[in-house]
């Protein structure tokens, strides 16, 4: 079975950093987009960012750039979500997930192209 596990989320402070994680069951992953998405209480699941099979092909959600970074590390079949400077408006449960498509050219951030989904970890941002 072809899983993504998600962790390193937790209660943090605002203005605090936090690194999430996520490491794919195959090593076929390495050909595929891997991205993060975020869903809120009450609200709909949101694209957060994607990095591409090579890395060469970053995306991200409207006004995450410069706070938000993606990295994927592909000997251990893993991409990473670095948030620094975090609001209460970043709490949400973050999920990971991979592109159907393998190889695709540049990454998309259209939440149906996405087929393989994490069980999510929920980041809480509170004074």
């Known amino acids: 079975q072809v899983l993504l596990v998600e962790s390193g989320g937790r209660s943090v402070q605002p203005g605090d950093s936090l690194r999430l994680s996520c490491v794919a069951s195959q090593r076929s992953f390495a050909s595929y987009a891997l991205g993060w998405f975020r869903q809120a209480p009450g609200k709909k699941r949101e694209f957060v960012a994607a990095?591409?099979?090579?890395?060469?092909?970053?995306k991200y959600g409207d006004g995450l750039e410069g706070r938000f970074n993606i990295s994927r590390d592909y000997a251990k079949i893993a991409v990473y979500l670095q948030m620094n400077s975090l609001t209460p408006e970043d709490t949400a449960v973050y999920y990971c997930a991979a592109d159907r498509r393998p190889q695709r050219m540049h990454v998309v951030n259209w939440i149906d192209e996405y087929d393989i989904w994490g069980q999510g970890t929920q980041v809480t941002v509170a004074s």
């Open positions: 990095i591409g099979w090579t890395g060469a092909s970053i």
